[in-house]
Nanobody, 115 residues
Framework: VQLVESGGGLAQPGVSLRLSCAAS????????MSWARQGPGKEREFVAA????????YYADSVKGRFTISRDNAKNTLYLAMNSLSSEDTAVYYC?????????WGQGTPVTVSS
């Protein structure tokens, strides 16, 4: 299983970023997928999840209405569109998938929101 995040970087408050997660080594189109993040000095927290079909989405209250999770099963890629970024969104963002009893994580992509 390999999950490779990309798209992070330095952003000013209020702007948008889109993160990607390229997945391989498992049947992506059959797997529910999630994003999590870990801010400086904070514990890792859930951000968003999407069902294998893309028909169901779930969000943490802190990002609801600003972030959108999506997927392209033909490209084995998970996305996280982030709008209206604030300093509170500064974190390393990870995509993850639970396969059986194991949760697999990517290496993360850092997002820093600062003026």
């Amino acid at each position: 299983v390999q999950l490779v995040e990309s798209g992070g970087g330095l952003a000013q408050p209020g702007v948008s970023l889109r993160l990607s997660c390229a997945a391989s080594g498992f049947t992506f189109s059959s797997a529910d997928m999630s994003w999590a993040r870990q801010g400086p000095g904070k514990e890792r927290e859930f951000v968003a999840a999407i069902s294998w079909s893309g028909r169901e989405e779930y969000y943490a209250d802190s990002v609801k209405g600003r972030f959108t999770i999506s997927r392209d099963n033909a490209k084995n890629t998970l996305y996280l569109a982030m709008n209206s970024l604030s300093s509170e969104d500064t974190a390393v963002y990870y995509c993850n998938v639970r396969l059986g009893s194991t949760v697999h994580w990517g290496q993360g992509t850092p997002v820093t929101v600062s003026s």
